[in-house]
């Protein structure tokens, strides 16, 4: 199912069978397995040259990424796409949501795969995958060489939201954080309902709501549907705004970031609010709002936007 998945969404790719470290040939796509601390992670590569780390958010996986791969091998970069733990085809253990642990697994994952680097390797991350991104840049900062951070607000760290209810806009795109807190509530409502469920989230959450095309929505029903998917990615909320978690979090912010930092937010999506939370923590920080029409899900609604975005900020933070 996963190959004839990979066909679908990745056009003019392939499924490639070579394991990392060696390189999947430029216009294939490959799959790989490695364990970290017990835990077994899934992964693709494709393309050759220097290498750059992707790492989707929630409720996706590898697949988010599907429309930057075959842009960023055009330019001559082996890209590896991470499955964290709970998501896609990786195991999904009951507990290590947590940042410090997301950050080890990052750490971890870059050794395993010998993706690491002297002077670091390009990290970028969306979504939750910022939460992972960011977390592993402040407690490794000698693996990252420059971070792209994308879409996200970040628990104990972004200003809190005003008191009293929210607007009906700032509920459309906030309202999975007090919901996905919930103990045991989302997979009694969710299970059996993946399908509408993800569905109705790609209709809000985004403006190019045709950017998630019907094969990879199945894909998303897939990996969410598969046992302990679910719960796995409400955990990742539910430890991130407990108490102890928010309080390392402020612990970590503390670790001002030596890299360059891009931090960038859909137009219609967290516009500047991103950049203006990441410059308070790093001294080489640039960013903004991109795209005219891009929602929440920038790596599917403006591939392109966010492609030239990230080599733009390359070039110039060699």
């Not at 995958?129 to 592993?136: E, K």
């Not at 879409?151 to 209810?165: H, Q």
């Not at 700032?170 to 969710?190: C, G, I, M, Y």
């Not at 407990?242 to 859909?266: F, I, Q, Y």
Request: proline content about 9%; overall charge negative; aromatic content about 8%.
């Amino acid at each position: 199912m996963r190959a004839l998945a990979s066909l679908a969404l990745l056009a003019g790719l392939c499924t490639a069978g070579p394991a990392f470290p060696q390189q999947a040939p430029i216009g294939e796509i490959a799959h790989h397995v490695v364990r970290v601390d017990a835990v077994r992670f899934h992964y693709v590569t494709a393309g050759a040259g220097e290498p750059v780390v992707l790492i989707p958010g929630w409720p996706e996986s590898w697949i988010a990424w599907r429309k930057v791969i075959p842009l960023l091998v055009k330019e001559g970069r082996l890209v590896a796409v991470l499955d964290p733990r709970g998501t896609g085809d990786s195991d999904k253990p009951e507990g290590g949501y947590g940042l410090d642990t997301a950050a080890n697994d990052l750490h971890g994952f870059l050794a395993a795969t010998g993706l690491g680097r002297p002077g670091g390797i390009d990290i970028v991350g969306h979504d939750v995958g910022t939460w992972i991104a960011l977390a592993h840049a402040e407690l490794y900062p000698g693996d990252v060489r420059r971070l792209v951070l994308t879409e996200s607000a970040l628990p104990g760290i972004s200003p809190p939201p005003p008191p009293g209810i929210p607007s009906a806009a700032t509920n459309l795109k906030s309202w999975q954080f007090a919901f996905n807190r919930l103990d045991d509530l989302p997979e009694v409502l969710v299970q059996g309902h993946e399908r509408a469920y993800l569905s109705w989230i790609f209709a809000n959450k985004s403006t190019r709501g045709y950017a998630i095309e019907p094969a990879a929505l199945d894909e998303y029903v897939r990996v969410f549907s598969a046992p302990g998917a679910a719960r796995a990615s409400f955990e990742w909320y539910r430890t991130a705004f407990s108490p102890d978690e928010l309080a390392r979090a402020k612990a970590r912010a503390s670790h001002r970031l030596p890299m360059p930092v891009l931090a960038l937010g859909g137009s219609d999506g967290v516009g500047d609010a991103l950049h203006a939370t990441i410059a308070t923590l790093g001294d080489h920080v640039t960013g903004g709002p991109i795209g005219e029409g891009c929602g929440h899900f920038l790596p599917e609604e403006c591939p392109g936007e966010l492609t030239t975005a990230m080599l733009n900020f390359w070039g110039e933070a060699p």
